[in-house]
Nanobody, 121 residues
Framework: QVQLVESGGGLAQPGGSLRLSCVGS???????????MGWYRQTPGNERELVAG?????????YYADAIKDRFTVSRDGARNSVYLQMDNLKSEDTAVYFC??????????WGRGTQVTVST
């Protein structure tokens, strides 16, 4: 069974930075051949929205939502089955629960439990 564990959330001031980590465990092959691995976020009363991540089909694409372009950087470490989200110049509207997401090559979807990010003075 695949498990995703996020860490790195917390409280930051506007303009500050946080770095989220997601470490995957389970079937090693899953992390060598997935369709997507990345980050979503969710605020109360709203659906989860895609923030950033790696699509691997058709040559591969690194995706960033317009709201966080030029402020967030997604990266990955295949050897550690991990994906990271460096968040700089944080804004209050970045406050949300951030979830790690994995879609396997056979379209199975897995989620982490989420990590809270709060941007406030």
């Amino acid at each position: 069974q695949v498990q995703l564990v996020e860490s790195g959330g917390g409280l930051a001031q506007p303009g500050g930075s946080l770095r989220l980590s997601c470490v995957g465990s389970g079937n090693t092959f899953t992390f060598k051949a997935y369709n997507f691995m990345g980050w979503y976020r969710q605020t109360p009363g709203n659906e989860r929205e895609l923030v950033a991540g790696f699509f691997t089909r058709n040559g591969g694409t690194t995706y960033y939502a317009d709201a966080i372009k030029d402020r967030f950087t997604v990266s990955r470490d295949g050897a550690r089955n991990s994906v990271y989200l460096q968040m700089d110049n944080l804004k209050s509207e970045d406050t949300a629960v951030y979830f790690c997401n994995l879609i396997t090559a056979n379209e199975r979807q897995f989620w982490g439990r989420g990590t809270q990010v709060t941007v406030s003075t």
